[in-house]
Each structure stands twice: as structure tokens, then as C-alpha cells.
């Protein structure tokens, strides 16, 4: 009979569990056990507590859908997203950095040309978002696909707002034979996460800021290349230094400057005023 105490539970658990067929398998677990009970151990974990972490996965399984990763936003403002985004992309320095992707992207985005307006008609500042795709060596990269999407001035995504049959605020847009790409948008905004969930309910406990600085997403999967999942940030905006999902950095924080109407950056007119931001990507070859 194996005789349990309270000594030698974590030594048993982790030997069970480390019989796992794969071995990376049985390595991630048994740690996963010792943490665990290290971490119950330090804070002397009550039953009540026990329960009460219980019920909050349990509720936050049941939010969760196909639109809504609650899992996933916890991850993200508990660190450990961007955490694990940091360990898996030591990117060479000159290389744009990466940040988390976050819960609202949508594959299959339409793919639209040089300078043309992903965010048909809806309500906002203009914003051209334009540079050059370029390999550490600062040697363009023509037919780059930048997938790019972000909320609108409510702070919504797509997948947040009800009974959408198009595209909304995301699009592909393709770099030419120089490198050049141009994304027309609207400026967008600081938002708070969704706080209507057991996240929210954690966050209100504390001090936490809940906002995310405005910012527009982009996804890089260029052959030969590292995949790049990264933002773009307004420079001085809100929130900047309190990002609830920590995915801020210095280097992807660009100026977004006011332009009077006139000549624009896709070479063409624009008829009202508009904001400018100019940032190129830089792809690290891949190893
Ligand atoms: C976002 O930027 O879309 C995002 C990232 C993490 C959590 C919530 C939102
Ligand atoms: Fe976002």
C-alpha cells in the first residue's frame, strides 16, 4: 500500500506522472506538479481557496466559445503569453519585435491592394499606415503579406460585434516589387478587454489598469523568414505604459502624424486631413 503524507505527496505525484509515453510530455508535467503543489505550499492554499479557483476555471471554460478565449486573455494578463512569446522569439535586435497575437484575429481576411481602405466607410480619423518590408540586411521583400486588423473607434473587433457577414477593420495587403506597402485604416483606439467575465472579476480586485493602448495588429508569415506576429502602437497614447497584456515595446511605437487633406502616402489625393504612421518591418531570416 502507498502510505501518503503530506511530505511525500509531491514526490508520488510528480513519479506518476512522469510515466507519460512521450517524454517532453512526462517533463512538462511532473514540473507542472511540483509547481503546483510549491505553489499551494507557499501560500498555505485553504480548501476555500481551492474551491473558489475551481469554480473560477470552471467559469471560465463556460464563457469561452469559438469568439471568446478566456483562457487565453488570462494567460495575457497574468504575463505569461508574452512571456512565452519572448522565450520563442529572440529575434536579432534589429528585427521588428513580437507581441502577442491576442483573441481577435480572423484567418481569411480579403486581400486588398496598395493604399486601399480596410475600414470601408466606418466612422474615424483616417490613417495611412505605410513603409517598407525588409530582411536584416535592409533588402526589401516584395510580395510580403501583411495581415492586419484592429477595432474599431468603439474599441470592438469583428468577432465582438453581433451579426457581421463582412470583412470588418482586416484586411491582407501584399508589399510590391520594392518592398512598399500602404494599409488605409482609421485611427484607432485605446479598449478595455472584455471585463464582463471571470477575468474582469479578478482584475477589479486590484489596481490593474484594464485598457490596451491603441494599436493595429499585423501577422508576417513570409517564407523563409520567422514568422512575425506584432502591433504597431500610437505614439503617447494611453496606456502605453500600463498595456493590461504587457505587449508594448519601445520599438513598435511609431509617431502618427496629423496631415493636412491634400497629397497622400498611396500617391493619391485625400480629400479630408488624415494621420500618417511610417514603420518598416524587418524579417530575421529563418535559422
Ligand atoms: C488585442 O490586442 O487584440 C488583445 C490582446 C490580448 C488580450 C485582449 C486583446
Ligand atoms: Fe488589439
Same mark, same amino acid.
Given at each position: 500500500?502507498?502510505?501518503?503524507?503530506?511530505? #511525500?505527496?509531491?514526490? +508520488?505525484a510528480? @513519479?506518476?506522472?512522469? !510515466?507519460?509515453?512521450?517524454?517532453? $510530455? @512526462?517533463?512538462?508535467? !511532473?514540473a507542472?506538479?511540483r509547481?503546483?503543489?510549491?505553489?499551494? %505550499?507557499?501560500?498555505? +492554499?485553504?480548501?476555500?481557496?481551492?474551491?473558489?479557483?475551481?469554480?473560477?476555471?470552471?467559469r471560465?471554460?463556460?464563457?469561452s466559445?469559438?469568439?471568446?478565449?478566456?483562457?487565453?486573455?488570462?494567460?495575457?494578463? +497574468?504575463?505569461?503569453?508574452m512571456?512565452?512569446?519572448?522565450? #520563442?522569439? %529572440?529575434?536579432?535586435?534589429?528585427? $521588428?519585435?513580437?507581441?502577442?497575437?491576442?483573441?481577435?484575429?480572423?484567418?481569411?481576411?480579403?486581400?486588398l491592394?496598395?493604399?486601399?481602405?480596410?475600414?470601408?466607410?466606418?466612422p474615424?480619423?483616417?490613417? /495611412?499606415?505605410?513603409?517598407?518590408?525588409?530582411?536584416?540586411?535592409?533588402?526589401?521583400?516584395?510580395?510580403?503579406? +501583411?495581415?492586419?486588423?484592429?477595432?474599431?473607434?468603439?474599441?470592438l473587433?469583428?468577432?465582438?460585434?453581433?451579426?457581421?457577414?463582412?470583412?470588418?477593420?482586416?484586411?491582407?495587403?501584399?508589399?510590391?516589387?520594392?518592398? !512598399?506597402?500602404?494599409?488605409?485604416?482609421?485611427?484607432?483606439?485605446?479598449?478595455?478587454?472584455?471585463m464582463?467575465?471571470?477575468?474582469?472579476?479578478?482584475?477589479?480586485?486590484?489596481?490593474?489598469?484594464?485598457? %490596451?493602448?491603441?494599436?493595429?495588429?499585423?501577422?508576417? #508569415?513570409?517564407?523563409?523568414?520567422?514568422?512575425?506576429?506584432?502591433?504597431?502602437?500610437?505614439?503617447?497614447?494611453? /496606456?502605453?505604459?500600463?498595456?493590461?497584456?504587457?505587449?508594448?515595446?519601445?520599438?513598435?511605437?511609431?509617431?502618427?502624424?496629423?496631415?493636412?487633406?491634400?497629397? @497622400?502616402?498611396?500617391?493619391?489625393?485625400?480629400?479630408?486631413?488624415?494621420?500618417?504612421?511610417?514603420?518598416?518591418?524587418?524579417?530575421?531570416?529563418?535559422?
Amino acid at each position: 500500500m502507498q502510505l501518503v503524507t503530506e511530505d #511525500n505527496i509531491t514526490e +508520488l505525484a510528480a @513519479a506518476r506522472w512522469g !510515466t507519460a509515453h512521450d517524454p517532453r $510530455t @512526462a517533463e512538462v508535467l !511532473t514540473a507542472l506538479v511540483r509547481h503546483l503543489h510549491a505553489f499551494a %505550499r507557499e501560500v498555505r +492554499l485553504t480548501e476555500a481557496e481551492w474551491i473558489g479557483a475551481m469554480q473560477w476555471l470552471t467559469r471560465t471554460g463556460q464563457i469561452s466559445d469559438e469568439k471568446r478565449e478566456e483562457f487565453i486573455l488570462a494567460s495575457d494578463v +497574468l504575463g505569461l503569453s508574452m512571456l512565452v512569446v519572448q522565450m #520563442n522569439h %529572440r529575434l536579432d535586435p534589429a528585427a $521588428t519585435p513580437a507581441t502577442v497575437l491576442g483573441p481577435f484575429h480572423i484567418d481569411g481576411s480579403p486581400e486588398l491592394g496598395f493604399g486601399a481602405d480596410m475600414s470601408d466607410g466606418l466612422p474615424g480619423v483616417p490613417l /495611412y499606415v505605410h513603409g517598407t518590408v525588409k530582411d536584416l540586411d535592409g533588402k526589401p521583400v516584395a510580395g510580403a503579406v +501583411l495581415d492586419v486588423w484592429q477595432a474599431d473607434t468603439d474599441g470592438l473587433y469583428e468577432s465582438q460585434v453581433p451579426d457581421i457577414d463582412e470583412a470588418r477593420l482586416r484586411a491582407k495587403y501584399a508589399t510590391r516589387e520594392d518592398g !512598399t506597402y500602404c494599409v488605409r485604416t482609421i485611427a484607432p483606439r485605446g479598449y478595455s478587454i472584455p471585463m464582463d467575465g471571470p477575468v474582469g472579476d479578478l482584475i477589479r480586485q486590484t489596481d490593474i489598469s484594464h485598457f %490596451r493602448p491603441a494599436h493595429v495588429h499585423f501577422l508576417l #508569415n513570409v517564407p523563409g523568414y520567422e514568422p512575425l506576429i506584432t502591433h504597431l502602437f500610437q505614439e503617447g497614447a494611453q /496606456y502605453l505604459d500600463s498595456d493590461v497584456v504587457f505587449g508594448t515595446k519601445q520599438e513598435l511605437v511609431v509617431a502618427f502624424e496629423e496631415r493636412p487633406a491634400g497629397p @497622400a502616402p498611396d500617391g493619391g489625393e485625400s480629400a479630408v486631413p488624415f494621420v500618417e504612421a511610417r514603420y518598416d518591418f524587418v524579417l530575421q531570416p529563418k535559422a
